[in-house]
């Protein structure tokens, strides 16, 4: 599912394509420590150096939350017998949120390490203005990326039948035939996940065994009825008709006899790469691209540290993660010496959270949905959201104030696809946020994806006044 929001996830390819970039006045304001990146580890450092007296500057990356949040269930965080990744994390947010902690939405482009204060070049993800940002230490927590295979058909169908999340995008496939493949922890928890919702799910296994064969949780798995594991089997290629996946091509990899698996989806959980594509030639590196630590989490250079999958290959744990940034956190307030109490650190004028979402009517059912096309007067918009999907989180607000701006023009409403299977699947919704369009007759017009495309479209209906101008605009759309 992520969802649209995985265009979100491949703008990694920002990395390494530097924009232009203005240069920085020295009068700019310098920050104490600068996190790169949302996710657990990024996260927990924030909170160690908010109450240590430090606020951060948090670069949310393009992937708020990090790879935590696509976990289902975590089980060895202390205190919570069972959590999600994503509620996880979103309580750390609110946590230092209310600590006061600056978020910026924006994706880390490039880094210059040569002087103090260091030069953190960022591309902002609503507006993708760039600006350059100075750091005096740097807490690089930019985690990993998942693994691709790299066959044909998986990038025609990245997002519309080939996924890394099940718990993003399973729920697209409700009672229909899909595939994992890996070998290690993901897979097994993509898989288990999968097979409470889909009819069938063959998990596909490289090797003649999977990293975790002997644990509860694979022999759990193993024993499902609709759970099938396909050792000795790679993926060849994704199968297509009239331009729809239909399956995959498999082969075993004993007798090289290929044969098509008729699944609607398949979802790779294959491991992660770290992204540390722009700190090549800057920070040392390990044969896998890890980040190198030389004095706790410190970097070689003085004030850089790294935390979380990005310096860790080998335990990747929410709680090594975690640990990690709080390490650096201490690390960072050791040495600047900072005595401030918590007490200093409260705020009064805290800045507001973003994403809560008030102004927009929640459709709670289908029938509900057809009484607003069916009675409507004006075009309707409709949001498919997912509350943990961070793009979402960015074009609420912007749905929100255009939907009082608008208002006599269009309607703007809201759908949860987490809560809204139905209408997803009626409306084939494959990854967020998604706007479809609809005329004054309720008839759908088009689907939108991408702020700035939404943002364009909505401004300009505020320059339209008479509805057939309305009418005529969007129905240029299609
Ligand atoms: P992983 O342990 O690195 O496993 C990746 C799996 O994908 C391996 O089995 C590998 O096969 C297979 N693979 C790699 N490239 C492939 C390709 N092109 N085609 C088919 N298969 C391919 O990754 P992970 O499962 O994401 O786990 C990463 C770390 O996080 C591990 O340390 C894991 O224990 C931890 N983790 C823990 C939990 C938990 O809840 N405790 C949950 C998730 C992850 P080979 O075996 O043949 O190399």
Redesign the pocket.
């Known amino acids: 599912m992520m969802i649209f929001w995985r265009a979100v996830i491949t703008c990694l390819c920002l990395i390494g394509s530097r924009v232009d970039l203005p240069s920085t006045s020295p009068k700019e304001n310098i920050h104490p420590v600068v996190i790169l990146g949302s996710g657990i580890s990024g996260q927990t450092a924030a909170l160690n150096l908010l109450r240590g007296g430090l606020t951060p500057l948090i670069i949310e990356g393009p992937d708020a939350g990090g790879v935590l949040k696509q976990?289902p269930q975590?089980e060895?965080w202390p205190g919570e017998k069972k959590i999600s990744g994503w509620e996880l994390v979103s309580k750390i947010r609110t946590q230092i949120e209310e600590l006061g902690a600056q978020f910026l939405p924006a994706e880390v482009v490039d880094i210059d390490f040569s002087q103090r204060p260091y030069k953190v070049f960022v591309q902002n993800s609503i507006d993708a203005k760039p600006q350059v940002i100075l750091a005096e230490n740097c807490i690089i927590a930019m985690g990993s990326s998942p693994?691709r295979?790299h066959i044909p058909g998986e990038e025609k169908f990245w997002t519309n039948g080939v996924y890394n999340c099940a718990l993003c995008d399973g729920g697209f496939f409700h009672q229909q035939k899909v595939a994992v493949?890996?070998?290690?922890?993901?897979?097994i928890?993509e898989a288990d996940y999968l097979s409470n919702i889909a009819q069938e799910v063959y998990l596909i296994v490289?090797?003649d065994m999977?990293?975790g064969h002997g644990t509860a949780r694979f022999q759990n798995l193993a024993k499902k009825p609709n759970v099938t594991v396909l050792y000795n089997t790679?993926i060849e290629k994704i199968l297509e008709t009239d331009g729809e996946m239909v399956g995959i091509e498999i082969q075993d990899v004993k007798n090289h006899v290929t044969r098509p698996l008729l699944v609607k989806a398949l979802f790779e959980?294959?491991?992660?790469v770290p992204n540390t594509a722009i700190f090549q030639g800057k920070l040392p590196l390990d044969p896998e691209g890890y980040i190198r630590l030389k004095r706790g989490n410190e970097t070689s250079l003085s004030g850089v540290f790294a935390v979380g999958d990005i310096a860790h290959p080998?335990?990747?744990?929410a709680l090594n993660a975690a640990s990690s940034g709080a390490n650096a956190a201490i690390q960072i307030l050791h040495d600047h010496g900072s005595s401030q109490t918590i007490a200093h650190l409260m705020k009064k004028d805290r800045a507001p959270s973003q994403g809560s979402s008030v102004g927009l009517l929640e459709v709670s059912n289908p029938q509900e949905m057809e009484t607003i096309l069916q009675e409507t007067k004006t075009p309707v918009f409709v949001d498919f959201y997912a509350p943990w999907c961070g793009p979402c989180r960015y074009l609420m607000p912007l749905l929100e104030e255009k939907s009082s701006v608008l208002q006599g023009k269009i309607r703007i409403v809201k759908v949860n696809v987490d809560r809204q299977h139905e209408l997803t699947e009626k409306y084939q919704i494959r990854s967020m946020p998604t706007l479809i369009l609809f005329d004054r007759h309720g008839k759908e017009i088009a689907k939108k994806q991408g702020y700035t495309t939404i943002q364009g479209i909505l401004q300009k209906l505020e320059t339209m006044e008479n509805s057939d101008d309305i009418d005529r605009y969007l129905n240029s759309l299609q």
């Open positions: 976990s975590i060895n693994r295979l493949v890996g070998g290690g922890d993901s897979a928890i490289r090797r999977l990293k790679q959980a294959i491991g992660h080998l335990i990747k744990q």
